[in-house]
């Protein structure tokens, strides 16, 4: 494949004249809709904007390639856009943009283009061959020029490839015999990961060095560093802003940075690196990927980890949800609840025999939906030290009174446990630091977690909880539409933690003194955030990741049976926008539930307890308005991902 195969011809301006970025990339955008290879221009531009917030794909030298890669293309495509005054791009050098390649990727196991779009990319770096495209005087010309230069150029991974270095540059080089070893990535693995490799592998020669680099990009791992190579190098630069395997570089002298330093600032990662002044890197000994230092803000990084957590956390949530749903639909089929006696209800969903097995099943996945979060938050942090710590407190945190909350705080807690071990055990004589990461760390990073969750994360939600349940009685003979309001939205805050349990605990303990309007606002404000998230997903796709609108319409089924958990991983991916939305939802819904005088007999269950509810009709108008104001919001307040 050509690199004029992916590129139409309706889809190049040699005149175009945005004022902003945001103006460049929409009429770029709107050049490659012209090839009809996108089905939803919104998706994909969503996806393009959201590289671009990862870091500029304003390179330097007037060149920007932003890319896109998602569902919404059908096939691999390209368009082109010359900008003779030039727009402001906030690219690496400051330096306006004039010539710009836009990059469409498919969802597909064929990566044949990727070879195709890398080769574009190290094109790009020659400054002849863009300023021939800058000066095409027709779209003709414009192709042509690509056909010759890629028809005289070599594919990026066969110069990778060459660890030798040329005769020229050995002659006059101090050190030719210096031999650096690289690896590059970028999150997307398509253009930067093959330019950082290009300035890399162009700087190195300059300067008589012998070089190999492995690129990781979208297509998997190419000229993949070999131990030999690793044992004889003298160092090595990793150029990444994704993980990379780094075990096999313990020992060695090695340069850690972003995938944009290999295109902006490669001659002098080759000048540190022959220098010398370059520290050894140490691993884990437990096969560690880890991302460069430095790869995104603090914010960033936050996110990555805390999407670790939640990606491994939602099997459970779903399967574990289901099937609790399942056990009461048994029972809101099987048994008449009115003829129970009060004691009895609250055992609703396990009163049959087969309800009873469905129940202990999906309890049981429950119970794991805490420790995963938790541990897998945490090896995202510390690697695989990490997650046995973080389980630990995921599990304190599930069967104490700190419940979601405690367990985020936990699997941040466990990574920064084992760096902290980790910085420690690199003081100790290597052999025991061979052993720590199968003796000291779990040992004392759970004693540690351990110690942390009994004397500081607990009896801090504890005392949230009592303080919280303190209030609500005294609340109890206030407005009771504000009582409705404040309870449904307690229910939202954590779904799950001590905000939560301390409303849902006041909701049971008034059906015990005959009150059973405030179970009716408790479970309502509890049924509407899973409900919202449903219907969002379906209204807004392009505010949530694929496996988001895929595992979404399960929620429907959640939160109608009052399992308010399903939800909890949509909050936890973007809490400052899910959470103000699903608060808002069901504080209005709890409210309606009190204005429309609705009670609830049963402690669980949702609508799958009708026959024991009062004013039903209702009840279902309180739900639907909640959940219409929730979704409206989620579509107002989250931003475009796909």
Do not use: W
Not at 34 to 60: F, L, M, N, P, W
Not at 540 to 549: H, M, V
């Amino acid at each position: 494949m050509r690199i004029t195969d992916l590129l139409d011809k309706r889809s190049i301006s040699l005149t175009g004249a945005p004022k902003t970025k945001s103006e460049a990339l929409d009429q770029i955008i709107d050049l490659m809709m012209e090839s009809g290879k996108i089905s939803d221009r919104e998706a994909y531009r969503a996806q393009v904007y959201a590289r671009e917030e990862e870091s500029t794909t304003g390179i330097g030298e007037g060149i920007a390639i932003p890319h896109g890669k998602c569902d919404a293309v059908k096939e691999p495509g390209l368009a082109a856009m010359v900008i003779k005054d030039g727009v402001d791009f906030d690219a690496l050098d400051e330096a306006p943009v004039t010539l710009m390649f836009l990059i469409a990727a498919p969802n597909t196991e064929d990566n044949v283009h990727l070879d195709v779009l890398s080769k574009l990319s190290v094109l790009m770096m020659d400054e002849n061959f863009a300023d021939s495209l800058r000066n095409a005087s027709s779209v003709e010309e414009f192709l042509n020029i690509i056909d010759r230069a890629d028809e005289e150029q070599k594919s990026i991974d066969e110069r990778l490839a060459d660890t030798g270095v040329s005769a020229a540059a050995a002659d006059s080089s101090p050190a030719p015999d210096f031999r650096l070893l690289a690896v590059t990535s970028c999150p997307t693995g398509i253009a930067h990961t093959y330019m950082a490799a290009e300035g890399i592998e162009k700087a190195a020669r300059e300067k008589g060095c012998s070089v190999k680099i492995e690129t990781r990009g979208s297509g998997g791992a190419k000229n993949v560093l070999t131990e030999e190579e690793i044992r004889e190098a003298d160092c090595i630069i990793v150029a990444a802003d994704a993980q990379v395997p780094m075990d096999r570089f313990d020992g060695k002298k090695v340069i850690i940075c972003q995938v944009s330093d290999g295109i902006s600032k490669a001659p002098q990662l080759i000048d540190q690196a022959m220098t010398g002044n370059v520290p050894v890197y140490h691993g884990s000994g437990e096969g560690s990927s880890e991302p460069a230092k430095g790869s995104g803000g603090v914010g960033h990084q936050i996110y990555t980890q805390l999407m670790n957590g939640v990606s491994h956390m939602l099997p459970f949530v779903v399967g574990g949800g289901i099937l609790i749903a399942i056990a009461f639909l048994i029972d809101g089929l099987s048994v008449d609840l009115n003829s129970l006696p009060a004691d009895e209800r609250s055992l609703f969903g396990t009163i049959t025999p087969v309800a009873a097995l469905f129940k202990g099943i999906g309890d049981t996945a429950f119970g794991l939906m805490l420790p995963v979060l938790a541990g897998f938050i945490a090896m995202a942090i510390g690697d695989r030290p990490a997650l046995a710590v973080g389980f630990v407190g995921g599990m304190l945190a599930a069967g104490g009174k700190s419940g979601f909350l405690g367990a985020l705080v936990a699997g941040f807690a466990a990574g920064y446990i084992i760096l902290l071990l980790r910085k420690i055990c690199g003081k100790l004589p290597q052999a025991i630091e061979k052993i720590a990461p199968v003796l000291l760390y779990p040992v004392f990073g759970i004693l540690i977690m351990g110690l942390l969750m009994n004397f500081v994360v607990e009896p801090v939600m504890g005392g949230i909880n009592t303080a919280l349940n303190t209030g609500l009685s005294n609340m109890g003979g206030a407005s009771k539409i504000l009582l409705g309001l404040l309870l449904g939205g307690m229910m939202a805050v954590d779904m799950g933690g001590p905000f939560n349990k301390a409303a849902y605990v006041f909701g049971t303990a008034s059906i015990a003194a005959g009150n059973y309007d405030i179970m009716a606002a408790v479970m309502i404000g509890g049924m509407t955030p899973p409900c919202a998230i449903a219907l969002a997903t379906l209204l807004f796709k392009n505010k949530f990741t694929k496996e988001q609108r895929e595992s979404g319409p399960t929620n429907f089924i959640m939160g109608l049976a009052f399992i308010t958990e399903g939800a909890i991983p949509y909050a936890a991916s973007d809490p400052l926008h899910v959470l103000p939305s699903c608060i808002a939802g069901s504080a209005v819904a709890g409210a309606l539930s009190m204005a429309f005088g609705c009670t609830l007999m049963a402690p669980h269950g949702g609508i799958f307890v009708i026959p024991v509810m009062g004013n039903p009709v209702l009840y279902l108008v309180a739900l639907v308005a909640g959940t219409a104001v929730s979704t409206i919001l989620l579509g107002l307040l989250k931003k475009r991902v796909d």
